[in-house]
């Protein structure tokens, strides 16, 4: 079992920054694959980002290409997910999720736990 919590969220104008934070606690979090999701008032969750287990593989979606960086501190059970230049189209709620099959990782289901979720709202 592996428990995370999200944190970091918040209202930022658009072209700002914020850093999204996954504390990890339970099982071995070096021995999963981290994803970050979104998920916007009537759509579905999306894959934004996720990184391997030893920080070797990334991957992101093309609409934050260039803009948002995966990264994960092992040492300390924590992920991150650092977001630049914001368009108020990231606007979502955003979750950190562990999965153990690199293959699997842009959909939810590739995923056995998952967060509460945190909130970023970016205005124009």
């Known amino acids: 079992q592996v428990q995370l919590v999200e944190s970091g969220g918040g209202l930022v104008q658009a072209g700002g920054s914020l850093r999204l934070s996954c504390a990890a606690s339970?099982?071995?979090?070096?021995?999963?694959?981290m994803g970050w999701f979104r998920q916007a008032p009537g759509k579905e969750r999306e894959i934004v980002a996720a990184i391997s287990w030893r920080n070797i593989y990334t991957y992101y979606a093309d609409s934050v290409k260039g803009r948002f960086t995966i990264s994960r501190d092992n040492a300390e059970n924590t992920g991150y997910l650092q977001m630049n230049s914001l368009k108020p189209e990231d606007t979502a709620a955003y979750y950190c999720?562990?999965?153990?099959?690199?293959?699997?990782?842009?959909?939810?289901?590739?995923?056995?736990?998952w967060g509460q979720g945190t909130q970023v709202t970016v205005s124009s």
């Open positions: 999720a562990a999965g153990t099959d690199w293959d699997s990782k842009k959909g939810t289901s590739g995923y056995l736990y």
């Open positions: 339970g099982r071995r979090f070096s021995s999963y694959v």
